[in-house]
């Protein structure tokens, strides 16, 4: 394929997947904002506990990139019977999985948001709200387990439709339980939950019976799952898992290190977050689609193909990215006042996206390469970089700072930190170790 060819194709398939990212965004967008104008501390108590939700929603990320890149490389290589045999063993690891994480989320509901400093006036709300999310986690992980199958297969436009609609789907239960029923912030849960239902059952059927290549009544095969599988699943998962336990151990430590600053300042760091996801996620899109076109690459041996979408994709988000940073720059204090009424939540919020914006052309970076290099297999590194720059260049500096400069200190280390991950990941591209030849047999 030529140059121009391969952008083509790389941007075919990143489209839908920021599409579907953008929805997503959109629909927490939509909870936050309906949560938020009932009160700054009714919207505090879902930032409190939205980074533990991060830490079990990425054990099931993980969980599900250690099926769909062996998924990948098999459909590269044109083995659609071996690659349905993993879907099969990857369905019942992920509910299985899905289902232990759903009982400890459940556990430690309680007392969690006083563990995380939070105090009696949002502490009630965090807890009803936490637990609720938790007991939808099997949904969760079937909805993202199926969506990058499909994605793995090619296939980005079901995905991405049917999360368009799950993000309608949550405006209306959303309204119905929050406003109509009274609910508050567990309305927010059961209607967002509701929806992962209805989304991810539709996404397994399009999955099972309409995928030309995936459908798993084109032949029998077991649903048992095997040593082989597991071994290589265990060896993308594993370094991920761990990733995940670091990486969101330390934005757990962020949600500990903003709590004291107060109810405020919660509320605009839990705000800022969900208005710069419209930022960022678009990133995470084209990640999928450099995943699925890297990984499908490396199953057919074609290295110099799978070098050249790393980068194209790469720079796609880079590009696209820092062009939403300018527009976040300069609309932050409406961005803010779409979630929340509180002028000192408004002003605070906004003053911290436009710190930022400067740093989203290095996450871009970040967010992309890492794709690329899980397509190839490649986690163990790339985490190790993930956790080192967040905990070594984020967090400790952040102990010190947000003491002297408040919540500004710490989006001034994020910042930071997000650029300095950005040229790492660079480097690790520029210099090829991250693709290496897998058995995929």
């Given amino acids: 394929m030529s140059g121009g060819e391969q952008l083509r194709l790389c941007l075919m398939l990143s489209y839908p997947a920021i599409i579907a990212q953008l929805s997503s965004v959109l629909m927490q967008y939509i909870d936050t904002s309906m949560v938020g104008h009932l009160g700054a501390a009714e919207g505090a108590s879902i930032g409190l506990v939205s980074t533990c939700m991060w830490l079990l929603g990425g054990f099931c990320m993980a969980c599900t990139s250690g099926f769909s890149v062996q998924v990948a490389h098999l459909v590269g290589a044109n083995d659609f019977a071996a690659a349905r045999q993993v879907l099969r063993q990857s369905l019942v690891c992920a509910l299985l999985f899905s289902g232990v994480i759903a009982l400890a989320g459940a556990a430690v509901s309680s007392p969690l948001p006083h563990w995380l400093g939070g105090g009696d006036d949002i502490a009630p709300d965090a807890t009803k709200y936490f637990l609720l999310v938790s007991l939808f986690i099997p949904f969760m992980q079937l909805d993202w387990l199926c969506a990058s199958m499909l994605q793995a ?56 019976v309409r995928s030309p290549e995936l459908n798993l009544f084109q032949d029998k095969g077991s649903f048992r799952p095997t040593r082989g599988v597991l071994n290589k699943a265990l060896g993308i998962s594993g370094p991920m898992a761990l990733q995940n336990v670091l990486m969101r151990g330390a934005h757990i430590a962020s949600t500990v290190i903003v709590a004291p600053l107060g109810t405020i300042s919660i509320a605009a760091n839990a705000f800022a977050i969900t208005a710069e996801s ?50 976040m720059y300069a609309f932050a204090p409406g961005m803010m006042s779409l979630l929340t009424p509180d002028g000192e939540v408004i002003a605070l919020g906004a003053r911290v996206l436009r710190i930022e914006a400067f740093a989203e052309v290095g996450y871009a970076a970040s967010i992309v390469a890492y794709g690329a290099c899980v397509g190839a297999g490649d986690t163990r590194v790339p985490s190790l970089l993930n956790f080192g720059s967040m905990w070594v260049v984020r967090i400790l500096p952040a102990i010190f700072l947000t003491r002297r400069l408040g919540l500004v200190g710490f989006w001034y280390c994020m910042a930071f930190e997000l650029t300095f991950r950005g040229a790492a990941f660079l480097i690790r591209l520029a210099r090829g170790k991250w693709l290496k030849k897998i058995d995929i047999y």
Avoid: H
């Avoid at 967002?192 to 209805?198: C, F, R």
């Fill in 153 to 208: 297969s090619g296939e980005m436009k079901i995905p991405s439709l049917l999360n368009i609609g799950m993000c309608v789907m949550d405006v209306v239960f959303n309204y119905l339980f929050i406003y109509k029923l009274g609910m508050g912030v567990a309305g927010a849960a059961l209607g967002t939950g509701l929806a992962e239902v209805i989304t991810a059952l539709s996404m397994l059927y399009f999955l099972s």
């Fill in 278 to 327: 419209f930022c960022y996620m678009p990133g995470y899109g084209i990640a999928d689609a450099a995943t699925t076109l890297v990984g499908q690459s490396v199953g057919a041996g074609r290295a110099p193909m799978a070098r050249r979408f790393a980068w194209i994709s790469t720079a796609m988000g880079m590009g696209i990215m820092g062009a939403l940073a300018i527009l």
